[in-house]
């Protein structure tokens, strides 16, 4: 037998446990949140759930067949006693009481996590799932960003520029959202599986940092959480056993942990009491998730030529069946006492035109005060240079106030909204520029979400996997049906010809913007041919990133199974 070395070498592979292995690339900055006690949390938790996620997602399958079949979304007469009574949430958190400006961003690059926490926002939702794209890379970086946020030590040094960044005395509070429950996570297998996605994303920032939170931001209750794209209140029954279980394992009070669910599919609009209903104890409100909304709204109705969406820019809260779902989701929280948040407005700050930089401020401005006249207690900012003219609206409105949970219902509209209301189809052109810009923006997003960007701007717009997802299904739907789209007063019929005609144009334009080098070295040619994949299907992909998510993974032979031999 050889003799053991004096000098212990450096670990080289993650210290798992049983049924636990994980893929993807050895770090040891990674290993220091993926530890034996972190995976094993998660293991517990995916072994205790799996079921109930698979029930779950097959559920939604069926639910689509009957939509498909003619049956549009409705409210579930069996929960009526659910929308009639008189219950109450838990009261909300003193630590988020005031939530009138919220900025969103990914949960790495680190930088801008630093940047968020600082922005003078009430809170920072750090971000796994719309704006992030789940590399390996990405989602552990970010959850050792969290790790040091929480902690209050993380620090950045930009040696290009010479730049050091740390928090100032006063950040946002922290929410996390993790991943949806169809995501897998396949960089960690369990028991053989790939890992569910959002379990990992929840289950690694939990453990460690519940305690840090509590004590620090939360002041002793937390941490605190924003779900997304759920359809169901069976979905949401689902987070809450998660969060007692972690409550539970944590040796926490149970309640402590709050989530925030977004209301971003259609199906989920019918189902707003169930849902808070299901996480009463641990709600702390909902939110207007526009962009997926819209999104869900072409895939519920995918075959009903009836519900074709207009020109993508022309689908905005104006529409009457967006406007009939954010009064409707004031109501119902503030029925429960839990805050209704507004949603995100696209625009972002225009850098080298001050008049176009004026007129998106503008429109981020009459969008904030939409929201908070309807009655919303707060709303997102996608980007640091909005958040002064939001709190402004805001903080004007409110007078002094941290949220009008309390208040009167502002008007008349909410407690008449129908379920006609809430699918009425919206009105406007659909064009054949229409479609042209959903490739152009289809196209770029998706090359930057496969070299690793979740949100990007284009054109003066934020753009992430959400408002991509419009581009996609929008395109493919006008194709499905053979849609009439106007081109300079000419009708035209959608087609694959078309399409096919659109995307040779529009890929050379992007050449010509972007340029031909950059171009030629990132992922622009592969996301064209996935793009127009997609468009023309014979049955639409749930998800576009679930699709390409296959093409972002990497495993490693270095992760933790070879140690194990
Ligand atoms: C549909 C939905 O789900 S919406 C929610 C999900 N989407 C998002 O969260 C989008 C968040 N926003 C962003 O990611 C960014 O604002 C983008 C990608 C749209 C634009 O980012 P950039 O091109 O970097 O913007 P820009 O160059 O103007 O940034 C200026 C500074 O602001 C910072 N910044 C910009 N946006 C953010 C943000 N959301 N959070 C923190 N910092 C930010 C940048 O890091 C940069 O900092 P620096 O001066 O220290 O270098
Ligand atoms: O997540 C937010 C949305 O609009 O989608
Ligand atoms: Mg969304």
């Given amino acids: 037998m050889a003799a053991a070395s004096t000098t212990a070498a450096p670990a080289t592979c993650y210290d798992t446990p049983e049924g636990v292995d994980v893929r993807g690339r050895y770090d040891p900055a990674f290993a220091s949140v993926l530890t034996r006690g972190a995976l094993a949390f998660v293991a517990g938790l995916q072994r205790e759930f799996r079921g109930a996620v698979r029930h779950a997602m097959e559920q939604r399958r069926e639910a689509q067949r009957r939509y498909d079949a003619g049956e ?28 009138t400006v919220e900025i969103t961003g990914p949960a790495e690059p680190r930088k801008m ?15 796994f799932e719309d704006a992030l794209s789940p590399t390996w890379e990405n989602l552990m970086n970010g959850q050792v960003n969290l790790r040091d946020a929480v902690a209050g030590t993380i620090t950045f040094r930009d040696a290009a520029r010479g730049r050091e960044y740390r928090l100032n005395d006063q950040t946002a509070k922290l929410f996390v959202r993790p991943r949806g ?51 169901h209140s069976r979905e949401a029954r689902i987070w809450n056993g998660v969060f007692e279980r972690a409550e539970q394992t944590a040796g926490i009070e149970r309640a402590s942990i709050r989530a925030t669910v977004l209301v971003e599919t259609l199906p989920a609009v019918f189902q707003m009491d169930e849902i808070l209903y299901e996480l009463r104890d641990h709600s702390v409100g909902l939110n207007c998730g526009r962009w997926d909304y819209i999104f869900s709204y072409v895939k519920t109705f995918r075959a009903h030529p009836d519900r074709l969406l207009p020109d993508r820019a022309l689908v905005g809260m104006g529409q009457h069946f967006m406007r009939s779902y954010s009064h409707l989701l004031i109501r119902t929280c503030h029925r429960r006492g839990v805050h209704a948040m507004g949603g995100m407005a696209a625009q972002i700050p225009i850098k080298d035109d001050a008049a176009a930089n004026e007129a998106a401020l503008e429109l981020v401005r009459k969008d904030k005060l939409r929201e908070v006249r309807a009655g919303h207690d707060g709303t997102w900012a996608a980007h640091p240079g909005l958040i002064p003219a939001i709190r402004e609206v805001f903080e004007g409105h409110l007078g002094g106030r941290p949220n009008q949970i309390g208040d009167a219902p502002a008007g008349q509209e909410a407690a008449t909204v129908t379920a006609e209301d809430l699918i009425q189809p919206p009105r406007g052109a659909r064009t054949v520029d229409g479609l042209r810009l ?22 003066n717009l934020m753009e992430d996997a959400a408002t991509a997802e419009i581009s996609r299904v929008q395109n493919w739907q006008w194709l499905r049906h053979g849609a009439a789209l106007d081109a300079a007063g000419v009708e035209v019929r959608a087609t694959p010809e078309l399409l096919a005609r659109v995307m040779e144009e529009e890929m050379a334009r992007i050449q010509a913007e972007v340029g031909r080098e950059r171009f030629r070295q990132g992922r622009y040619a592969e996301a064209g041919r996935i793009f127009s994949r997609q468009c023309t299907a014979p049955e639409l992909d749930d998800f576009l990133t679930l699709d390409a998510y296959n093409l972002i993974v990497v495993h490693h032979p270095g992760g933790a199974s070879p140690c194990k031999l």
């Fill in 72 to 99: 549009p979304p409705r409210f579930d007469p069996a929960t009526r006693f659910v929308r009639e009574g008189g219950w109450r949430c838990a009261p909300v958190p003193p630590a988020v009481a005031d939530r």
């Fill in 113 to 127: 996590v630093i940047n968020a926490l600082n922005s003078g926002a009430k809170v920072f939702m750090a971000d």
């Fill in 181 to 231: 429950w169809h995501l897998p996570e396949a960089h960690i297998l369990i028991d053989g599986e790939p890992a569910i996605g959002c379990l990992v994303d929840f289950g690694l920032y939990f453990f460690h940092n519940h305690a840090a939170f509590r004590a620090g931001q939360g002041a002793g209750l937390g941490p605190f959480f924003y779900l997304p794209k759920m359809e």
């Fill in 438 to 459: 959903n490739a152009r923006v289809g196209v770029q997003y998706l090359a930057a979400w496969l070299a690793g960007s979740g949100s990007v701007p284009l054109y």
